[in-house]
């Protein structure tokens, strides 16, 4: 075979070689079907490598035999063929190509399906909605695009990951996160701070059974497909981008007392200070010298910058195609000394060998490097950034105060190590000797190697490597207040995952309608964490200090874990005349996470999708332009746990007398097995009148083997162990609206939206019981209640007569004895019900704005954060919210505010609504247009552009950020507000 | 070309199927202990758990909770729930404790249960025998304790009801989810049946473990002392007033004493001195005089207790003091000029608490062995070795059982010796009857302050306990208040019994409706 096709080649050389003698200058123009020009048309005469392209304006050269055929190719639009016949001129009208234009979706393993063929649920967000966004995380771009996808950035810090959640929460102790899966292989979900977002070309969502059973043991809660860029046109295409923003908080926070408030209440709290000599001339000298320091200002910046770059190079020849970019991403946080520098490069090369084989190579690698703000971590530490802004005393101030010699303020000296006022060291010393530098190299590998031995079957082994190498560095440098153990510490930490995956699969068609598709594969994943430290202290010089100069050594610390997977799977498609779709998947998972009884689930889907527009009937009727009926029922596993859950244990404790200690660290669990789902779902697109898509999708899912750590009466020497038991059911629609508004040449609007409306409901519990209480945390499981619906004390207000707090019993009594047994459902819920989204893009000839805004409804939050700001207890330490002046004082005060010393408790009173809409991302650009750039000779694009993240916020919620996904919160980094300014060359 | 297929295809498949059998790194599975090596690790490690038991908050909690403190200007809160009895049902530290004490349980009964099957397993030499037999002893002695630890904190005094609620009784290793093997609680009775049956058993099995001074192991005179107590707080004194005065009498812990200082000697000075000297070793180094045990600690592997001081004295690097918790004006009005614990165990110093500030005498009785922390930090973590039993106690123990026993003779002997080993120059006039009883409770404040005995014995008396006077009204929080300095405690309190941790009862069913009255 090999040698018929060299000689097959020989010949098509001679024959290239013999025409020469008869070229001809060929040129002319490529326009659409609307007359206007098209750029970037390949012009390539058929059976050889030499062509051309079109230009800006559509016009292309060529040198061809007269007897030679043009072919004019563009993707997405219908490829033309024209004989030359001797003629000079050869002007083309391409149309676009209806059927390519369709969007394809990979769904799971082997080829391409297009949508309209999809059995299962599948929403596709396209790179637009990722490029230039101004955070490291592309998840964030997520937020409000598909519906029944909940996506929350918990936090500001510029290396925060988003979580996801789909199609509410399937189960308590294991993982809710999706599977994610980049290029084919699965991945953490770290590839969003890994990714650069313009590498993006798409992200698939796969929501039901059908689509996601062929995952099998980890895609409970759905499936995140993530596909990067591949080069698509035979021109070259450089592009370059740059942009630069500034962050601030994005937040409306609690007043707090100023400087005369705080005086006012700290006497009200205590009426003896009235008469206290020294608080009394503390209290004139810092009012009468207007001392009322703005601390905020003073720890969070308002101003941090984020500069990022992208350059990339795509294209494609008839035997491959590339796409290589390198972007670097360097952003501050809002808090002192948390940033993120990124740069990356990634390389996509697909080469096309020979007729039979095809291989390829993604690769993409990662420097990340990133500090988070100290003590940033720590809730209720006085030194958290956040709470030193909120808490610090408004008299107080970080400077030396110089007086005369009568005692008169003169102005503020230097800056004090430590803040005398508050009993605090500066935040800002801590911090300076205590650096601490955090490190990322990460690579992401995809290689494939796909060969067709006959017509219809593929073979297609894929290997990947997902892995990254982490150091942290930190020092305890030797300060001048001498506070410190001075210390060096080394991390090093690697983890790898290798998957490898092979599939066969085989297509064929029986008579002219009936096409069948079988996928038969095997996967096996193994993952290995090693993490590995050493610290030494007792250094005395800050330029002699590294982690082998200290006198004293600790003993290093190490970890190690592993887990790995087998897994067997199958697919069947069979489709009749492109109108009625099968789809039959089942898969076999083993994990070592599970007890040694249980270690291998199988999984399976059956789903089916009606093309009802292609039945006669309906062909004829106008207004509906497409019409699909989706049906599907299946079963996926989870398998989110730690490792070795399973396992009796013992492990070491301290040394006693010197010797070795063993003591019982966990209880023996074989029958440890895998949580499934088994969801059933609904599902019809259409499109009306040519002007509105509707997608309403509708599902029913059921956990089992629900993965709970089952308490244990103290009794047997433990809290508790895991165990499959306990059941959940989430049901609920999504609904995608689109509406072309308006479709000219010159202007469109369009307008989406996504909603979704999630009920959960645990449907059974251990022990038979049917509710349990999760003691001090306000969460109780109760059969046919939702998950994370708060369960607290009813707290109703303060009593006029008495200033004593007054809560609701059970029996709906009123008492003011505060106990946690009358804690009842208060109906809301930690987890959204519902989410929504809205996407506006218009445009209007080069100037484009689009604006995204997305929402949950129903999420309620504890506020941690008030439980110290409004407590009389803490006030002689602690700022308190201005609203604190509204204390009750005596008899007959109508107030909130309970009387000065009154414990307060963790009790509805401090449950907000942190529902919220946020105008997640404005974009507005502008194409510099076309005629500029045919003047410069080389720029086939230039476009500059604005973006705003976070713009806006509604919500009622008090504290800093209300999307912070928690059942709680206090000292949380919130989220920040970002405005930038981008260009983007295209060349 | 199909060959070349064929090849790579059952190479991949072959080389990737990878093995689901995963055991962590570094740690042992529980069904394999094989070797009385691995018992004896087992072993050591319960007096990690006895450690732990007897240090941190299940220490001072109960000293902020009874009459000896007032909190400070500055306490921030620290241990506030505790000083203005406002613990619920869901305080962690009772959750704590119970959780600790039957893991110790649990752990001891499976050091029991992996030592039956290993003698079953493996001939064992006579002294492996021994060994083992030790080990028995051990973890009978450390059921006893855990369960009297409880039964002092979650149930009734033995004296005012017998046949109240007391405790759960666990006697075999079975952690299960089936909650219906769970137990519910005894009676007090019975508890304390249990505690002494396995203490019982510990006495013989550690017969011929020796006491020493300081020992870091039990010893058989550490199961005597323990009896003691443990009669003493069920009310049994004839046991009490003989186990105690046999450790007295046995004279293996001397008092560290001014009985023996000659004040018209030259060097009378010098002798004084010497005595204070030895006796702040006590806490200062650790020395380990007067106690029948004093557990292991060394900071170099950093196996250290936690500190059993509650904030008492908080000196930071710049030499200010802002202790949480200051110790009322009664407290010090006992101790007189001429008593050493007076002297060495209390400091006055100048409190600043922001713009408060005020002068207080503090209680710097455990300023921490430095040698159990950073040596480069200048400021002390109050970290001391752990003193489960301290010959004073027993000497206590002693006169409060006579005295109980209508004997004030005896009484009178074993409480004036320790008031003569701490007071210089004593010249001693026996009281008895009521007097010397009260005398007795006083001594036991001021030897035993800070060491986790006074909430129990205030439950044991069955009085209640009325705060009173601050030292300095200026430096205490809410002064005057009910609340804090003034609080006025009841017996009738239904706080005095700890609430059963609400995980417990949502968790096991026999239990569930056995909770403390009032929670």
Known sequence: MRKVKFFLTVLSLLAVSFAWAQNIAVKGTVTDQNGDPVPGVTVLLQGSTNGTSTDVDGNYGITVPSNGTLVFSLVGMKTVSVPVNNKAQINVVMEEDAVLLEDVVVLGYGSAKKISSVVGAATTVKKQVFQNRPVASA??????????????????????????????????????????????????????????????????????????????????????????????????????????????????????????????????????????????????????????????????????????????????????????????????????????????????????????????????????????????????????????????????????ILTDNAGNFTGFGAEQDYIEDMGLYNYFYLIKWQPLTKDYVRLNGNTYQEITPIKGLVIRAAQAIEAFDYRASSKVLTDPRKLFTTSATENFTRDYTLTSTNTAEYKFTIGEKHNVVVLAGHESIINQYEAFQAKSSGMSDNRVNNVNQGTKFEQPSYSFSEKAYNSYFARLNYDFSDKYFFEATYRKDGSSLFGKNKRYADFYSVGANWNAKRESFLEDVEWLNKLNVRLSYGTTGNSGISEYLANGLIGSSSQYDGKETWGL???????????????????????????????????????????????????????????????????????????????????TFNVSGTFNYNKNEITKLFGGRDEFVVANTGIKYQVGKPLGEFYYT????????????????????????????????????????????????????????????????????????????????????????????????KPGDITTIPAAGEAIEFDTHLLENASFVRLKNLQVSYNLPKTWMKKTGFLTGARVYAIGRNLLTFTEYTGYDPEVDSNLQLGNYPNSKQFSFGVELTF | MKKLIFTLLSVILLATSCSLEKMPSGVVNSNDVQSIDDVAKLRNYLYIRLRGMYSGSYIYSGELMSDLFHASAGYGNRGGVHHKWQWTSTESLAEGLWGHAYFTNASANFLIQEMDKLAEKIELTDAEKAQMDMYYGEAYFMKAAAMFELVKMFAEPYTKNPQALGVMLVDTYNPTSDDSTYPGRSTVAETYEFIEKYLGMAATKLASVAGAKASMFLTTDAVTAMQARVALYKGDYQTAATKAASLVDGGKYPLISFENVDLTAANAQEQVSAVVEDFSELWTNDSGEECIMQLYADYAVSSVPSSIDGGYVSMNANGIYAPDYIPEQWIIDMYSGEDIRGAVWFEEHTLTYQSLTGKAVILTKFPGNRSLQDPTVTTSSHIQKIKPFRIAEQYLIAAEAYSALGNDEAAYNYYSKLVAARTLGFQGKAIAGDVLKKAIKDERVKELIGEGFRFYDLKRYGEGFVRSAAQNTDIITGAGSELTELMNCSASNFRWLWPIPQAEIDSNPQISEQQNPGY
């Open chain 1, 139 to 400: 998840g964030d771009a997520l937020q409000g695009q598909v519906a029944g996808l909940q996506v929350f950035t918990s936090s500001g810090e510029p290396s925060a990951t988003v979580s996801m959640r789909l199609r509410g929460v399937n189960s308590i102790n294991a993982s809710n996160t999706p599977l994610f899966i980049l290029d084919g292989s699965p991945v953490s979900s770290s590839v969003f701070t890994t990714l650069s977002s313009n590498d993006i070309e798409n992200i698939t969502v796969l929501k039901d059974a059908s689509s996601t059973a062929i995952y099998g043991s980890r895609a409970a809660n759905g499936v995140v497909y993530i596909t990067t860029k591949k080069g698509a046109s035979e021109k070259p295409t450089v592009k370059v981008s740059a942009q630069y923003g500034v962050s601030s908080v994005a937040s409306n926070p609690a007043e707090m007392c100023n400087t005369e408030q705080y005086f006012q209440l700290r006497e009200m709290i205590d009426p003896a200070l009235k008469t206290n000599a020294q608080f009394q001339e503390l209290k004139r000298f810092r009012i009468e010298n207007d001392f009322n320091f703005d601390w905020r200002g003073w720890i969070l910046n308002e101003s941090a910058p984020t500069v990022s770059g992208d350059l990339s190079i795509a294209g494609r020849t008839e035997k491959m195609d590339y796409y290589v970019s390198f972007s670097a991403f360097d952003q501050k946080g809002v808090e002192p000394e948390s940033m993120l520098t990124r740069y990356g490069v990634r390389s996509n090369i697909n080469s096309k060998v020979t007729d039979w084989l095809k291989v390829g190579l993604n690769l993409g690698l990662t420097y990340q490097e990133t500090s988070t703000a100290g003590y940033s971590g720590t809730g209720n530490s006085w030194y958290n950034p956040m709470n030193i802004a909120d808490w610090s005393l408004p008299y107080a101030v970080p400077y030396d």
């Open chain 1, 665 to 747: 660290s966990q209880v023996e669990n074989p029958d440890l097995t895998w949580e499934t789902v088994e969801s059933t779902n609904i599902g019809i697109n259409a499109r009306l009148f040519d002007f509105v898509d509707v997608e309403v999708e509708l599902y029913n899912k059921n956990t089992k083997d629900m993965l709970m750590e089952i308490p244990y009466s103290y009794a047997t020497g433990f809290s508790g162990g895991w165990g499959n038991i306990g059941n959940m059911n989430n049901k609920g629609v999504d609904v995608t609206l689109g509406f072309n508004v308006i479709s000219t040449k010159d202007m």
């Open chain 1, 794 to 889: 009813r707290w109703i207000g303060v009593d006029p007569a008495t200033g004593k707090q007054l809560w609701l019993d059970k029996d709906d009594n009123v008492t003011n004895v505060f106990s946690e047994d009358d804690a009842v459902f208060t109906g809301k819920q930690r987890y959204a019900p519902v989410a929504a989204g809205l996407q506006l893009d218009f445009a209007w000839k080069n100037l484009s704005v689009s604006a995204n805004f997305s929402g949950v409804f129903g999420k309620w939050t504890i506020s941690n954060t008030r439980y110290f700001i409004e407590n009389s207890n803490f006030a002689a330490d602690q700022n308190q919210s201005a609203a604190m002046l509204n204390m009750w004082q």
